[in-house]
């Protein structure tokens, strides 16, 4: 009879529960914070339900991508996005009402959580927006705005400059802070953020941050870029300074003329709106169009250097109307000029056929040299004289300070180089010429961030560019910028 009783009992029990609508629980708390943006909403039913049921009830707003599967049979799903959701930002998740397999009823529900924030730096920009990514460059004084995902709090954070403490700046919101690179001197820069900050409702910072970046002085100026070098004569007397265009340059080789003046010879990658004055050629002009492989720009040319131009042709653009003209602000001959468009036209309607050719440039990374602030070169009466704030050297010759003409600015050298050769002077049809030796080596002196080395230059091949090694083995680069090579004996 006891038996009988129980299984009624039971019975009566199952039957109870059989009539008991199919109940769903989730892992997500309704109002639930700090839940992970990468994480997944499960639903778990008390009662077998179709996966496209559960599908075509769910819904999450705002409105995001993802996907239902099964993680358990039909008792238990999961909606996984098909990327983080949005940090600290609330969702919504809504179950319609449905019916399982066996045809009970699901009440759905109605669920509201609220995602993790992780505080982190989003970008550090430089003046212009410009976000900083590893290898790039910033001007000497540059203000650098910190921008982080989140309100934070100031005093957690700590950024360092070459190890230095930077003086931060914050904005109302706590968001962004600035700090300033003025009085660091020029070269490789490094920026981190410290871990261990935190943002304003306690969260810590994820990690670290640290870029890579470097202080250097630039020429912003307008500029044409060119297949290949234009090597441009240029006069070094009294009466063409200050010349314009020197500043955008990347290599300028300076050597001895005649009659004590010397000569430039300046290449570009990169045409400036003006260039001059432009005068002949002379036999190093030569040997330098072969070795940087482009197309050398002149006025005139002596019968020497014609002939031996005749039994060694280097491609060359002499005067030409429409290209080059007479500039009413300089007096003759130191007048004749060419802007940046002209040369690029010079090469593309005379020498399209030429092939592209670029000079290296790459920043160097040299060890601590011999202290050089102040470099002297007796045989062209120069001077040169170490700008720690910009990180460039300033020319002086004959007392005259070296400004570019078209920018009204010092003239900043980024690398020196005083490269000695063997000089010869030879008579020719009763005039001397100067006669230099780029086909073989010799010693070099490498001036460079205040910082001085010794090495040499060799020629490997006299189609290509000269090649420089400190004295330690390394094979130097130039640096992006003007590089002024000193030619002498």
Same mark, same amino acid.
């Given at each position: ?66 996907? $239902? ?26 179950? +319609? ?29 430089? #003046?212009?927006?410009?976000?900083? +990514?590893?290898?790039? &460059? ?30 931060? +700046? ?51 100026? *307008? =500029? ?20 314009? #265009? ?28 003006? $260039? ?14 072969? *070795? ?12 020497? =250097? ?33 802007? #940046? ?49 910009? #990180?460039?050297?300033? +020319?002086? &010759? &004959? ?17 020196? $180089? ?72």
């Amino acid at each position: 009879m006891v038996l009988l009783v129980v299984l009624i009992g039971v019975g009566a029990y199952l039957a109870y529960q059989n009539t008991l609508p199919t109940t769903v629980a989730t892992n997500v708390k309704n109002g639930q914070k700090d839940v992970p943006t990468d994480g997944s909403f499960v639903l778990t039913f008390s009662r077998s339900v179709s996966r496209d049921v559960v599908q075509a009830a769910f819904s999450i707003t705002p409105s995001t991508d993802g996907a $239902i599967t099964s993680v358990s049979g039909q008792n238990q799903y999961a909606w996984t996005p098909s990327k983080p959701l949005v940090e600290l930002k609330t969702y919504t998740v809504d179950l +319609k009402p449905i019916l399982d397999v066996s045809g009970h009823h699901v009440n759905g529900g109605h669920w509201t959580f609220t995602t993790i924030i992780i505080p982190r730096v989003v970008a550090i920009t430089a #003046g212009d927006g410009t976000a900083l +990514k590893d290898g790039m &460059e910033i001007d000497p004084g540059a203000t650098l705005k910190l921008a982080f995902n989140d309100q934070m709090e100031p005093v957690t954070i700590k950024a360092t400059i070459n190890g230095q403490v930077a003086d931060l +700046k914050w904005a109302t919101d706590d968001r962004s802070a600035t700090f300033s690179t003025a009085g660091i001197a020029s070269g490789p820069l490094t920026i981190q953020i410290s871990p261990g900050g935190r943002d304003q409702t306690g969260h810590s910072v994820a990690a670290g941050f640290t870029v890579k970046t470097g202080i250097y002085w630039h020429d912003h100026e *307008h =500029t044409i870029s060119l297949r290949y070098p234009a090597i441009i004569q240029v006069p070094n007397d009294v009466d063409a300074r200050d010349q314009n #265009g020197l500043q955008a340059a990347d290599v300028v080789f300076e050597y001895l003329a005649e009659g004590g003046i010397t000569r430039l010879t300046a290449m570009y990658m990169n045409a400036p709106n003006l $260039i001059g004055p432009m005068r002949s050629a002379r036999f190093i002009s030569l040997k330098l169009g072969h *070795h940087y492989r482009g197309l050398l720009f002149q006025s005139g040319e002596s019968q020497a =250097t014609r002939a031996r131009a005749a039994s060694d042709p280097t491609p060359q653009f002499f005067d030409t109307i429409g290209y080059q003209y007479r500039s009413s602000s300089r007096y003759a001959p130191d007048n004749l000029m060419i802007s #940046g468009d002209r040369v690029q036209a010079a090469q593309n309607n005379f020498f399209g056929d030429m092939p592209s050719f670029t000079i290296p440039k790459a920043r160097p990374t040299v060890p601590t040299g011999s202290g050089a602030l102040t470099v002297g070169v007796d045989e062209h009466n120069s001077t040169y004289t170490y700008d720690p704030a910009t #990180g460039t050297y300033l +020319k002086t &010759e &004959e007392g005259h300070r070296y400004s570019d003409a078209s920018l009204s600015q010092p003239l900043r050298i980024e690398m020196l $180089i005083v490269l000695h050769t063997r000089e010869s002077y030879l008579v020719i049809d009763g005039h001397g010429v100067h006669d230099y030796d780029l086909d073989s080596s010799g010693a070099i002196g490498v001036f460079y961030k205040g910082q001085g080395y010794s090495g040499t230059w060799k020629s490997v091949d006299r189609n290509q560019p000269l090649v420089f090694t400190l004295d330690s083995g390394q094979v130097l680069t130039l640096p992006p910028g003007l590089v002024w090579i000193d030619v002498t004996a």
